[in-house]
C-alpha cells in the first residue's frame, strides 16, 4: 500500500519538472503585403541556443527556419520561404531570435512557431512562442 502514494508522488515531481521546462507565448502580428514582418521571438535567458526552429504547423514537415549545429540550415526549409526569411540578428545577441518575413503576401497568413532549445544546468530548456501573422492588402485608390 505504501508504493501507491510513492508512485503517484513520483509521477507529480515528473509533472513539475516537465512543466517548468517548458513555456509558451502568443503574440498577434499584422503585416501589410508587400512589405517585411519581423516574427518576434526571444530565448527567456539570454543562454546559447542549440537548435532554433521556426515552423508553421499547417506546412507539414519543412521549416520556415532552421538553426543547429551552430548553422543555418537550408536543406529542409519549405520551398515557399527559400530567399524570403532571415534572423533579425544573426549573431542572436541578447536572445534575439526574431525572424523577418521579406516581402509578405496572403499565402504567409497564418499561424507561426518559434521553438528554441537551450542548455540549462545539466538540463536542456524548451521555449515556445506562437506567432498569430495576419497579412493586410494594401489600399487602392480609385481615380475618378
Partial sequence: ????PATSLFWAQMFIIFISSVSADQTNITAEAGHN???PCTSPN??????LEW??????SEYVFLYRNE?????????MFKNRVDLQDRQ??????????RNVT???RGTYECRLVQTERNSRRKTTVIINLDIL???VFLHS
Wanted: charged share 25%; hydrophobic share 40%.
Fill in 1 to 4: 500500500m505504501d508504493s501507491v
Fill in 37 to 39: 514582418a519581423s516574427l
Fill in 46 to 51: 539570454s543562454k546559447p541556443v542549440l537548435v
Fill in 55 to 60: 515552423i508553421r504547423p499547417d506546412l507539414g
Fill in 71 to 79: 548553422q543555418i540550415d537550408l536543406e529542409n526549409q519549405h520551398v
Fill in 92 to 101: 542572436m545577441k541578447d536572445g534575439d531570435v526574431s525572424l523577418v518575413l
Fill in 106 to 108: 496572403t499565402d504567409d
Fill in 137 to 139: 492588402l494594401p489600399p
